[in-house]
């Protein structure tokens, strides 16, 4: 086998290993942010880049917000949230595009020079997050010195990115199921104690709750928590009769 394809087919094998490392981790249960600087951290490795950071989209804001990189820079680890639609990264979020720059010095739509300068960063790949066609946030890639991103290399970087997508949605969809059922244990927590009280104070349920309700606000503690105290009387009083 010539060299040339030798090497080609052992970077196709190296990215098919990562991609299917990262997909078998984003089902093993793995915490969000460790997951998410993983993959900066994949990506920086396979990609050869100086900087590789995974920013996420702020609805409420429309903000771009640094979510998770494996740069040791200060500086860019603290720099502003980017606007959508603005610069590099919120115009590759606002249009769900690839945004390629050969050398972001040079090009007035990246707004931070000071740290392109300071950083030596040079190239940038800026790939779009998007679940079900709903950008999310942006995989970003830098580079040290010039390099024309391949379409190999995009492939795998859009890869990558939607690995992280998936993995986003996931964790979501984990907390909302979460949060739904405490939310429905809290109810039935509630409506006990709610019906405990109505029976031994000998009141209407509606009563009860209210008053369930102002002791939760006078005693600024939750009305679960209100609900499991005045169980936790009764059943301590049920034991003793």
Avoid: W
């Avoid at 300071?118 to 790939?127: D, F, G, N, T």
């Avoid at 859009?158 to 109810?187: D, G, P, V």
């Amino acid at each position: 086998m010539p060299k040339a394809k030798k090497e080609s087919y052992q970077i196709y094998v190296k990215q098919i290993e990562v991609l299917s490392k990262v997909a078998n981790l984003i089902t093993s249960g793995m915490y969000l942010d460790e997951l998410l600087r993983l993959i900066v951290s994949v990506t920086a490795e396979i990609m050869d880049s100086k900087i590789s950071s995974l920013m996420l989209l702020d609805y409420e804001k429309k903000e771009l917000v640094v979510r998770a990189t494996q740069s040791t820079s200060e500086a860019y680890n603290k720099k502003l949230n980017i606007k959508l639609g603005e610069g590099i990264a919120g115009e590759a979020a606002s249009s769900n595009k690839t945004i390629v720059v050969l050398d972001i010095k040079k090009d007035s739509r990246y707004l931070n020079q000071d740290i392109a300068r300071k950083e030596k960063l040079c190239s940038l790949a800026s790939v779009p997050m998007a679940v079900k066609g709903k950008v999310i946030g942006v995989l970003n890639c830098y580079t040290s010195k010039k390099h024309d991103f391949t379409k190999t290399e995009l492939n795998l970087l859009t890869s990558l990115a939607n690995q992280a997508a998936i993995a986003i949605e996931n964790a979501e969809l984990n907390l909302r199921a979460h949060s739904a059922e405490e939310a429905l244990t809290t109810r039935k927590v509630i409506e006990r104690a709610r019906d405990i009280l109505s029976q031994e104070a000998n009141i209407l349920p509606s009563e009860a709750y209210r008053l369930i309700q102002k002791q939760s606000m006078d005693s600024r503690k939750s009305m679960r928590e209100i609900a499991e105290a005045i169980i936790l009387a009764y059943d301590v009083k049920s034991k003793k009769t």
